[in-house]
């Protein structure tokens, strides 16, 4: 399980899960939990281009990603809207991302690989990529943190006091288009959606201050990670699987516990 060649995995989880977890926090208090499920549908259809073209898929991806992102926020401006772009937006990305997959040979273990991701098959460069991308996404979000969390809960106090929340808005959809990037390789982009919304939702029922939320989001996040992982090498069982088994488990626990505490 902790042998050399598995290195890179343990690495590649461990960055995703930290990055998820800080981020997640604040899809769970925006709201935007249908949005981090659209892009990473985005950068599937990405790297199934990629993969068609003969290109890097990491590349692929975080093009598409950045493109999904920015069409999103620019056609949904009004937050009541959004959801009416996302929907079909998020279809089409999917379907176009099968399509241009069968087109290529080995259809069955790109498409398996690429929505379930592939955490055992991490090669250097690729970690490096994702890294650099984590790495980018939890520095902006460090600087924007004040004003993300204020547009986040209050966003008419927000704007009284001089923040444009749409521009908030439309930097933490570039955010989550590189999280994106750097996780889908590695959770896969049907089940990144658990890792960016469970742990955080479940640490929110459980503190009710936002560093201490996202101390314990990180936690979580790294707990069903490395849990996963290890379950994955066990069995030989797709990490994915995994990942959605022990998100839903913890936001459960945490459910029936603010629930009882609330008693």
């Known amino acids: 399980m902790f042998d050399a060649y598995l290195a890179n995995t343990w690495i590649a989880g461990t960055v995703v899960a930290l990055s998820a977890g800080i981020i997640g926090i604040f899809v769970v208090l925006r709201g935007d939990s249908f949005l981090a499920h659209a892009i990473p549908h985005g950068s599937f259809a990405g790297a199934a281009a990629a993969i068609y073209l003969g290109v890097s898929s990491v590349v692929g991806m975080g093009l598409a990603a950045l493109a999904a992102a920015v069409g999103i926020s620019l056609l949904g401006r009004k937050r009541q809207r959004r959801d009416t772009v996302i929907a079909p937006t998020l279809v089409f990305l999917l379907a176009g991302g099968a399509f241009l997959l069968s087109l290529g040979g080995n259809y069955t273990n790109q498409v398996y690989a690429l929505l379930f991701g592939q955490v055992l098959a991490v090669a250097d460069s690729d970690l490096v990529l994702m890294t650099a991308l984590a790495i980018f996404g939890i520095i902006v979000v460090a600087i924007i943190a004040r004003p993300l969390l204020l547009s986040s809960v209050m966003p008419e106090l927000a704007e009284a ?103």
């Open 161 to 263: 006091r001089g923040i444009h929340n749409g521009v908030i808005e439309f930097v933490f959809t570039l955010v989550i288009a590189a999280v994106t990037t750097a996780s889908v390789p590695v959770v896969g982009a049907m089940l990144l959606f658990s890792l960016l919304v469970a742990p955080p939702a479940a640490a929110c029922l459980l503190c009710s201050r936002p560093v201490r939320a996202g101390i314990l989001s990180c936690v979580f996040s790294l707990l069903c990670m490395w849990l996963s992982i290890a379950l994955s090498v066990v069995t030989d069982m797709p990490v994915g699987f995994f990942v959605a088994l022990t998100c839903a488990c913890i936001y459960a626990i945490a459910k029936i516990t603010s629930i009882v505490r609330a008693r």
